[in-house]
């Protein structure tokens, strides 16, 4: 029975995190740098072969600024290619990251297992760093003022350090190799999940309303 549990979590940790030998931070940066050119295979991020995202490094054009529909078409065309298809109002990047806790749906913070030869990685979609809370881009120009590209998050499955604070009833617990009696069992963790673009009503306009009904009253 013990041997059916940890083939299952293994099962769905295959499907939300890699856990894979780390011998050098350079080996890191090889296998980060090599994950934005391949596909993911997990179908949350719904990437076919190359990834056509963003860099960090690589700065947007006017992040924020209104932009006439001229210099939005130019823009559409520099950022269009024969690897990338289309253009994000909220640019996103892919990112490969190996955090030593999180926290769950209940916003308490979780322990994630890891030892001197093993990590937990996921893959995070993260809003560019140049327009993370600014105007989304190709807005008209009566709402873009009141857009703004918003961090998404969503939740996945990890192996994390068992504590009655948060013990999750519905996973049992087992023990971990040279743990020194800690359990560990699976729970939810927040990722991040994209880059997504959100129009709020324009207050000033909501005021004004608000004001000529008590005038008219």
């Known amino acids: ?36 050119f391949r596909g993911s295979s ?3 991020h719904s990437h076919e072969g190359r990834y056509d995202g963003y860099d960090h490094n690589i700065p947007l054009s006017y992040p924020g600024m209104y932009r006439t529909l001229r210099d939005n078409q130019l823009l559409l065309r520099q950022e269009t290619s024969k690897t990338r ?14 955090p030593e806790g999180g926290k769950n749906q209940d916003g ?17 979609l993260s809003c560019h760093k140049d327009i ?14 009141q857009s703004m590209c918003v961090q998404q998050h969503s939740y996945t499955y990890a192996l994390v350090k068992d504590t009655p604070s948060h013990r999750n009833k519905n996973f049992p ?7 020194g009696g800690a359990t560990y069992t699976l729970d939810y963790i927040s990722v991040r999940s994209g880059c997504s673009c959100v ?4 207050k000033k306009k ?4 608000h004001k000529r009904k008590n005038d008219d009253e």
Do not use: W
């Not at 298809?85 to 190996?98: G, N, R």
């Not at 617990?173 to 743990?179: I, L, R, Y």
């Not at 129009?199 to 324009?202: A, D, G, L, Y």
């Not at 909501?206 to 309303?209: A, S």
């Open 85 to 98: 298809s289309a253009a994000d109002c909220c640019p996103t990047v892919l990112e490969m990251v190996e």
């Open 42 to 44: 997990r179908k949350r």
């Open 108 to 124: 308490i913070y979780v322990e994630l297992y890891r030892d001197h030869n093993y990590r937990q990685r996921f893959y995070e």
């Open 1 to 36: 029975m013990f041997f059916i549990f940890i083939f299952h979590i293994l099962q769905v940790l295959g499907l939300a995190a890699v856990i894979h030998q780390v011998s050098s931070y350079e080996h890191f940066n090889d296998t980060l740098h090599e994950s934005r």
């Open 173 to 179: 617990t087992f023990p971990a190799h040279g743990s």
């Open 206 to 209: 909501r005021k004004m309303k």
């Open 132 to 145: 993370l809370n600014k105007p989304c881009r190709f807005m008209d120009k009566k709402l873009h003022n």
């Open 199 to 202: 129009v709020m009503p324009n």
